[in-house]
């Protein structure tokens, strides 16, 4: 089970994260950072588009390339495909989303990896006869890395993101048991409700946002209403 905060950030916000002091009781694991660019179709049946589906089948097209921390200053709103010397791989992903008052998101997700063009036009071509149409569309670049809470090692997973253009946001998703019966690994959270805490204790404590700075409205809503 992923658990997920956003949030708007300014470039000093940014640079606070990239260069993570220990003192906020967190820190980077620098051989994890990537640059990213994903472009992902989400479908639902019919493509109904007057509610935003819970449950979404999502084809992601991703490239991605390491970055030495330090040594490189990018703009993750001009992230483009072509920055990549790597071929792209493509994901299919299923995923059970809910989001709480706070804009808290838990996603129960199942991904595989498409690994040619024909497994990927097969598998359009089986949701176009099933009547799943896209609804969404969006490009997202992004920089990844992963953080690690230094008393526990309970560990983050951080994206300074911009979608459509529109950024940069603050991605953060740790991980916990979607049921009692699931094994917790020693990076996971035991719970849900603790997976929040570690959010909301990372966003205060590294960026200074609390609940009342979280952008709550999910993807689609966001392009929206900045859009208009």
Not at 196 to 222: H, S
């Amino acid at each position: 089970m992923e658990v997920e905060m956003k949030a708007w950030v300014s470039p000093m916000q940014v640079d606070k994260l990239l260069s993570l002091e220990k003192s906020t009781g967190f820190k980077i694991c620098t051989l994890d950072i990537e640059k990213l660019y994903k472009k992902d179709v989400y479908y639902s049946f019919n493509g109904d588009v007057l509610k935003e589906p819970k449950r979404i089948i999502r084809i992601r097209t991703e490239n991605s390339a390491s970055i030495e921390q330090g040594k490189e200053t990018i703009d993750v709103c001009k992230i483009s495909p072509t920055d990549f010397k790597s071929p792209a791989r493509t994901y299919l992903t299923v995923k059970e989303r809910h989001t709480d008052e706070s804009g808290i998101e838990t996603n129960e997700e199942y991904e595989s990896i498409l690994d040619n063009i024909e497994t990927k036009n097969t598998l359009t071509k089986v949701l176009e006869i099933a009547n799943f149409k896209p609804y969404f569309t969006k490009s997202k670049g992004s920089i990844s890395f992963y953080v690690k809470r230094i008393s526990d090692n309970k560990k983050l997973h951080c994206e300074i993101v911009a979608v459509n253009g529109l950024g940069p946001l603050l991605e953060v998703e740790v991980f916990a048991p979607a049921s009692q019966y699931d094994i917790v690994e020693d990076y996971m959270c035991g719970s849900v409700a603790d997976a929040k805490e570690l959010l909301k204790e990372f966003f205060w404590k590294v960026v200074q946002i609390n609940e009342d700075g979280l952008e709550k409205r999910p993807w689609p809503d966001i392009i929206k209403d900045l859009s208009s």
